[in-house]
């Protein structure tokens, strides 16, 4: 009896310890995912073989869902260096607010970069503020939309375009940048089915050196239509990469209809055109954490395609941008 007694004693401390060991690890997680990773920001660096036969390469900055609030300034500071790539072309995919007292300090975290040629698209944490929701529902019902505050959306694209960049809601246009012309493109955000591609439809500029789309959330059903119009490539963000992803299998979810291999980093799309996903600068302030997915902006060097098949594409990243010696 005695000896049953010990044991039972023994199986519980061993529980006891083994709970408070997996707690301790979760708290550790949680804790590095909220303090240390969600601020870790690295620039990644991709070649894209996209350009029209003959083209001199075009570097184009991508940034997406900066979710900013006023007091970031640490993300703040990551993003106003940015200016120092000198970029030839800054792709803004939208999500630039999480407070309705942000655009001041997305204004000046962008600095240099809105004198060099922009265009954007906003998303629906450009409309409207972030609020309190129930994480299983990304996983449930990705569908499932709940709405905050309304935010001053109209404040920030005046500033963006009193700066010279292009908004590209629902809107062809053409610009030049790096010395080649560029024909784009881009809807309102499809994640909120604000998306109405007709107002763009049609063959792509051919006469253009790239034919460029914006969306913010990637949406199957719009990115088909790109293809289908002749499109080079497409940029979006949205995703934050999966924000939560686990080693060897990646994200868990992208909350739209992508599929998760292309949460983030380029891919193929339809055929030839290529596609670019941002996993994104920043986070919701209701799930302040990444994990094994850093936030990140992306240099893209887009390079002529060749004749043959267009599949080859670089990718490298490093957490602090690199200041051109030029």
């Not at 881009?186 to 109405?196: A, L, M, Q, Y």
Request: hydrophobic share 40%; charged share 20%; aromatic share 6%.
């Amino acid at each position: 009896m005695l000896g049953s007694r010990l044991a039972c004693m023994h199986a519980a401390s061993v529980l006891t310890r083994t709970g408070a060991a997996v707690a301790g690890a979760t708290l550790a997680g949680i804790g590095y995912a909220a303090l240390i990773e969600r601020n870790a920001f690295v620039l990644r660096e991709l070649t894209m073989p996209v350009l029209a036969p003959g083209s001199s390469p075009l570097r184009v900055l991508h940034i997406s869902d900066l979710h900013m609030r006023p007091g970031q300034r640490r993300k703040q500071a990551w993003v106003r260096e940015l200016a120092g790539l000198e970029p030839d072309l800054v792709v803004n995919t939208g999500d630039n607010l999480a407070h309705p007292k942000a655009v001041p300090a997305v204004v000046q975290a962008l600095g240099d970069l809105l004198s060099v040629p922009g265009v954007f698209v906003f998303g629906s944490n450009d409309y409207f503020g972030p609020t309190m929701k129930n994480p299983a529902l990304y996983l449930a019902k990705p569908g499932h939309r709940v709405y905050g505050e309304p935010l001053p959306w109209q404040d920030l694209r005046a500033a963006f375009t009193e700066r010279g960049w292009l908004d590209l809601t629902h809107t062809r246009r053409e610009l030049d940048a790096g010395g080649l012309r560029i024909a784009a493109a881009g809807v309102d955000d499809p994640h909120i089915d604000r998306d109405r591609y007709e107002t763009v439809a049609g063959p792509a500029g051919a006469a253009a050196d790239l034919r460029l789309g914006l969306t913010h959330s990637p949406e199957p059903r719009v990115l088909d239509r790109f293809a289908a119009d002749g499109y080079d490539l497409v940029m979006a963000g949205h995703t934050h990469g999966g924000q939560l992803c686990l080693p060897f299998y990646g994200a868990l979810v992208t909350n739209c209809g992508l599929d998760r291999s292309r949460a983030k980093g380029a891919s193929r799309w339809g055929g030839t055109m290529q596609l670019h996903v941002s996993a994104g600068l920043g986070t919701s302030p209701y799930a302040p954490v990444r994990f094994c997915c850093r936030p990140e902006a992306t240099l893209l060097t887009l390079i002529a395609a060749p004749t043959g098949d267009a599949d080859a594409v670089t990718t490298r990243g490093r957490s602090q941008p690199t200041v051109s010696a030029r």
